[in-house]
């Protein structure tokens, strides 16, 4: 027994904590449980590094992406396939900023926070439509 607990912690350990990582699952949905038109539930997750994201195909017709420029230094961007369920685990802490590619100007965008994330004096820098900015700045409004 006390040599199989050792082996136990010794292998989480070794695996930095990533057994003890959580997994997040969000939906792409055409409607959400508030009302609005094509979002992701939740629109706003507080992660830590290790943990993984699940997006869910609830509804047709949506992928989740980051977009450029609006993911942490260091950190790899993820594109996922229209109508297929794509798991990421994040590593870098920062702010992540999350997408629907056809839905984005539609305002379908989600923020991931990891770890003791700041949000970049540039995180709105780059192209973003209007609705998809007043989503991001709603999502982040309590951050």
Request: hydrophobic share 45%.
């Amino acid at each position: 027994m006390i040599r199989t607990l050792a082996t136990s912690l010794a292998l989480s350990a070794l695996m930095g904590g990533s057994a003890f990582a959580e997994t997040f699952d969000v939906k792409m949905l055409n409607k959400g449980g508030d009302g609005e038109r094509m979002v992701f539930e939740p629109a706003f997750i507080q992660a830590a590094p290790g943990d993984t994201i699940r997006f869910l195909a609830t509804d047709k017709g949506h992928n989740a992406e980051t977009n450029d420029g609006m993911l942490p230094e260091g950190a790899e961007g993820f594109t996922g396939r229209i109508n297929e369920e794509i798991e990421v685990t994040l590593t870098e802490e920062g702010v992540y900023g999350i997408i629907c590619k056809p839905h984005f100007a539609l305002g379908m965008v989600m923020t991931i926070a990891v770890g003791d994330a700041e949000i970049p004096a540039d995180f709105f820098e780059g192209r973003v439509p209007p609705k998809a900015k007043q989503r991001f700045e709603a999502q982040l409004e309590n951050f």
